[in-house]
């Protein structure tokens, strides 16, 4: 035992399993881990090696004479007919009998139908959905007289921890402090918390999120290997785990036919592995998923039926995060029935699963670990206890989240509050640091949002406010790391940022590096994907520099210089051809030795002749600026007609000034008087 080993057994002694007790069975059980833990629980909970190696033959010898493998079926069968009664660990489902009246179970593994009493259906409502692991004695009866199955059901116990104290927790948590609860839950679901950095630690810890918080909509995509499922299908019996991702409308909300609930109502989370293979049969799925998801209830005939159960939907990247946020979006594994921004913008909160490593041996902990049932009651009861005002004593949130985007902090600020200090007792500075990683979970949708929905979804500076004296604090995401491509202070003589979009239709930003050397006039481009079009915006900026130079300025010399223009594509959104205006006034300044102003970007482009060519959806194209980090911008004045199209936060953010021409846009842009 560790120091954190010994006081949770002093605490919750009764209450805890040595995970390394589950992981020597799991491997040759392939059984749920709350499965596993309720046995162990049972036969295994003593601090004495002997007395847990004990326990652990007593749940071997269980697993082996008990546990359906579905292989070993017609043993089993055999068995029950020889031995006359049985027990056996299987999952159970039931269905009503309409013609008959009675409620018709099947053992799955076993693959044989048995009639269960009306009791087990209404104490145990799950058995009508997908079946739950139980613990099930039979007997058999032949009756050549009668047709029906001679298998008997004389007692049917699910595997769960019948009832709690919850105070027992709310109780013993003041004595640990915040890393050790968070250490000590992070066992509880197998993981070993000394092997992850602190902010991995939360990634995993938001996992619990949806099994403590109603209706909250969570989105995980990273890697293989990173455990995304593991919570959802191995942690707690009141969650279940949609494989592929195939499923129909009946199932998930509500059988008209048969009038009976579907998933949602009867379990605290449905979460779907795999995205990419979602597909719901019914026409209508997504749109009623959507009112779902938004609402917490759903229209079926003539009923809205509310239900609580929070949605998950996990899986994979297969490309690096920056290439993919070049090219397309986070949200790009789903199917494309499901790319909508209506759809993504119910999403609570998205997990960076890149972030988090792939598993491996040590990752899995043996320490001390509430018996996962056990866990997963707790959090259930905690489901009943709302802590979404839990900030408003201290922050407000700040005006760039509309009621979507609070919505979605609060249940994150909520879950994770409950999960790290269940008593509430909690400090300023403690709801401060769960704020920030709400608001960068939910930023990260609103993130996706811009680049699927243009600007209806602009507003994505998110912040919180201090009360106590109104200090404004932004939170970034991570991953984005706009805010660092035009850089604060002055540049080289030469550089300049300018914006364009690209032949994916995203608009992105462009560094244009100019070097002027001795030599006969000659003109040089480089850089990475520079095709036809962009090269030929240059050449308009070329030849506009020879025949005009020296009306901008007498001091340019062209013919004794040679001139080296590089493209860099910042943020990988495809060929433009729009940038002759940014070459241009990279080449003067080259020539003139004088830099762009500070946190500058220029826009807009013109024809051979002179002509000055407006910014194509100017709001879009401003809110890269923003993102890139420029405060000043110098627009074509063709555009200022469609200013009224930018909202007007966005627009007083910069610095605005506008050129008539192109010689006048070298003039602003290198504060030539």
């Given at each position: 035992?560790?120091?954190?080993?010994?006081?949770?057994y002093?605490?919750?002694s009764?209450?805890?399993?040595?995970?390394?007790?589950?992981?020597?069975?799991?491997?040759?059980a392939?059984?749920?881990t709350?499965v596993l833990?309720?046995?162990?629980?049972?036969?295994?909970?003593?601090?004495?090696?002997?007395?847990?190696?004990?326990?652990?033959?007593?749940?071997?010898?269980i697993?082996?004479e008990?546990?359906?493998?579905?292989?070993?079926?017609?043993?089993i069968?055999?068995?029950?007919?020889?031995?006359?009664?049985?027990?056996?660990?299987?999952?159970?489902?039931?269905?009503l009998?309409?013609?008959?009246?009675?409620?018709?179970?099947?053992?799955?593994?076993?693959?044989?139908?048995?009639?269960?009493?009306?009791?087990?259906?209404?104490?145990?409502?799950?058995?009508?959905?997908?079946?739950?692991?139980?613990?099930?004695?039979?007997?058999?009866?032949?009756?050549?007289?009668?047709?029906?199955t001679?298998?008997?059901?004389?007692e049917?116990?699910?595997?769960?921890i019948?009832?709690?104290d919850?105070?027992?927790?709310?109780?013993?948590?003041?004595?640990?402090?915040?890393?050790?609860?968070?250490d000590?839950?992070l066992?509880?679901?197998?993981?070993?918390?000394t092997?992850?950095?602190?902010r991995v630690?939360?990634?995993?810890l938001?996992?619990?999120?949806p099994?403590?918080?109603?209706n909250?909509?969570?989105?995980?995509?990273?890697?293989r290997?990173?455990?995304?499922?593991?919570?959802?299908?191995?942690?707690?019996?009141?969650?279940?785990?949609?494989?592929?991702?195939?499923?129909?409308?009946?199932?998930?909300?509500?059988?008209?036919?048969?009038r009976?609930?579907?998933?949602?109502?009867?379990?605290?989370?449905?979460?779907?592995?795999?995205?990419?293979?979602?597909?719901?049969?019914?026409?209508?799925?997504?749109?009623i998923?959507k009112?779902?998801?938004?609402?917490?209830?759903?229209?079926?005939g003539k009923?809205?039926i509310?239900?609580?159960?929070s949605?998950?939907f996990?899986?994979?990247?297969?490309?690096?995060?920056?290439?993919?946020?070049?090219?397309?979006?986070?949200?790009?594994?789903?199917?494309?029935?499901m790319?909508?921004?209506?759809f993504f913008d119910?999403?609570?909160?998205?997990?960076?699963?890149?972030?988090?490593?792939?598993?491996r041996?040590?990752?899995?902990?043996?320490?001390?670990?509430?018996?996962t049932?056990?866990?997963?009651?707790v959090?259930?009861?905690?489901?009943?206890?709302?802590?979404?005002?839990?900030?408003?004593?201290?922050?407000?949130l700040?005006?760039?989240?509309?009621h979507?985007?609070t919505?979605?902090?609060?249940?994150v600020?909520?879950?994770?509050?409950?999960?790290?200090?269940?008593?509430?007792?909690?400090t300023?500075?403690?709801?401060?640091?769960i704020?920030?990683?709400?608001?960068?979970?939910?930023?990260?949708?609103?993130e996706?949002?811009?680049?699927i929905?243009?600007?209806?979804?602009?507003?994505t500076?998110?912040?919180?406010?201090?009360?106590?004296?109104?200090?404004?604090?932004?939170?970034?995401?991570?991953?984005?790391g706009g805010g660092?491509?035009?850089?604060e202070?002055q540049?080289?003589p030469?550089?300049?940022f300018?914006v364009g979009?690209?032949t994916?239709?995203m608009?992105?930003?462009?560094?244009?590096?100019?070097?002027?050397?001795?030599?006969?006039?000659?003109?040089?481009?480089?850089?990475?994907?520079i095709?036809?079009?962009?090269k030929?915006s240059?050449?308009?900026?070329e030849?506009f520099?020879?025949g005009?130079?020296?009306?901008?300025?007498?001091?340019?010399?062209?013919d004794?210089?040679?001139?080296?223009?590089?493209?860099?594509?910042?943020?990988?959104?495809?060929l433009?051809?729009s940038?002759?205006?940014?070459?241009?006034?990279?080449y003067?300044?080259?020539?003139?030795?004088r830099?762009?102003l500070?946190?500058?970007?220029?826009?807009?482009?013109f024809?051979?002749?002179?002509?000055i060519q407006?910014?194509?959806?100017?709001?879009s194209a401003?809110?890269?600026?923003?993102d890139?980090?420029?405060?000043?911008?110098l627009?074509?004045?063709?555009?200022?007609?469609?200013?009224?199209s930018v909202?007007?936060?966005?627009?007083?953010?910069?610095?605005?000034?506008?050129?008539?021409?192109?010689e006048?846009?070298?003039i602003?842009?290198?504060?030539?008087?």
């Open positions: 035992m560790d120091e954190l080993d010994k006081k949770v002093e605490f919750f009764g209450r805890v399993v040595k995970k390394g007790a589950t992981k020597k069975i799991k491997n040759s392939n059984v749920p709350y833990e309720y046995l162990l629980g049972t036969y295994c909970t003593s601090d004495v090696d002997d007395e847990i190696e004990k326990g652990l033959v007593q749940v071997k010898r697993l082996q008990n546990y359906v493998r579905a292989d070993e079926a017609e043993l069968k055999s068995k029950i007919r020889e031995l006359q009664t049985y027990t056996v660990i299987d999952v159970v489902s039931a269905r009998d309409e013609k008959r009246d009675i409620y018709i179970g099947r053992l799955h593994h076993l693959n044989i139908k048995i009639h269960i009493s009306d009791k087990y259906i209404r104490e145990f409502e799950k058995l009508l959905s997908d079946g739950i692991w139980s613990i099930v004695s039979l007997h058999y009866f032949y009756d050549e007289d009668n047709r029906e001679p298998f008997k059901l004389d049917l116990t699910p595997i769960q019948p009832n709690i919850i105070n027992e927790v709310l109780e013993r948590r003041k004595y640990f402090s915040k890393d050790e609860w968070i000590f839950l066992r509880s679901t197998g993981m070993e918390p092997q992850f950095e602190y630690k939360w990634h995993l938001a996992r619990l999120i099994l403590i918080e109603n909250v909509n969570l989105c995980e995509l990273g890697p290997g990173t455990g995304k499922s593991h919570i959802y299908k191995e942690i707690s019996p009141n969650s279940i785990l949609i494989s592929g991702g195939q499923t129909t409308v009946a199932n998930l909300f509500y059988n008209l036919s048969r009976a609930p579907g998933l949602v109502s009867m379990w605290d989370c449905v979460a779907f592995d795999e995205v990419a293979g979602i597909n719901l049969k019914d026409k209508d799925g997504i749109q998923m009112d779902y998801m938004a609402s917490g209830s759903f229209a079926r009923e809205m509310p239900a609580n159960a949605m998950v996990i899986g994979n990247i297969n490309q690096s995060v920056d290439s993919l946020l070049k090219t397309s979006h986070l949200f790009e594994p789903f199917p494309k029935a790319v909508d921004s209506a119910r999403i609570h909160i998205y997990i960076p699963g890149w972030e988090i490593p792939k598993m041996p040590e990752y899995f902990t043996d320490n001390y670990g509430f018996i049932d056990y866990l997963a009651e959090l259930r009861e905690l489901r009943k206890v709302p802590q979404t005002d839990s900030f408003d004593k201290y922050f407000k700040g005006r760039d989240l509309n979507r985007d919505i979605a902090v609060r249940k600020v909520s879950g994770l509050i409950k999960l790290i200090y269940p008593d509430g007792n909690v300023e500075g403690q709801i401060e640091e704020l920030k990683y709400a608001l960068e979970s939910r930023r990260r949708v609103k996706q949002l811009k680049k929905g243009g600007m209806e979804f602009y507003d500076r998110f912040s919180y406010i201090r009360l106590s004296n109104m200090d404004e604090q932004y939170v970034s995401v991570k991953e984005q660092k491509i035009i850089p202070g540049m080289k030469g550089h300049v300018t979009q690209g994916n239709g608009f992105g930003i462009f560094k244009l590096e100019t070097q002027v050397t001795n030599g006969n006039g000659k003109f040089s481009v480089t850089g990475l994907n095709g036809k079009e962009s030929e240059i050449k308009i900026a030849s520099f020879r005009n130079s020296k009306s901008i300025s007498p001091s340019i010399m062209i004794s210089k040679d001139y080296f223009l590089h493209v860099t594509n910042c943020q990988g959104v495809g433009i051809s940038i002759s205006t940014g070459a241009l006034v990279a003067c300044g080259a020539s003139l030795n830099p762009v500070s946190q500058f970007s220029i826009l807009g482009s024809t051979i002749g002179g002509t407006k910014v194509e959806n100017l709001a401003l809110q890269v600026c923003l890139a980090g420029a405060k000043k911008v627009l074509p004045i063709t555009s200022a007609v469609d200013i009224p909202p007007a936060d966005l627009f007083a953010k910069f610095q605005t000034s506008f050129y008539s021409s192109p006048d846009a070298v602003k842009a290198l504060g030539i008087e």
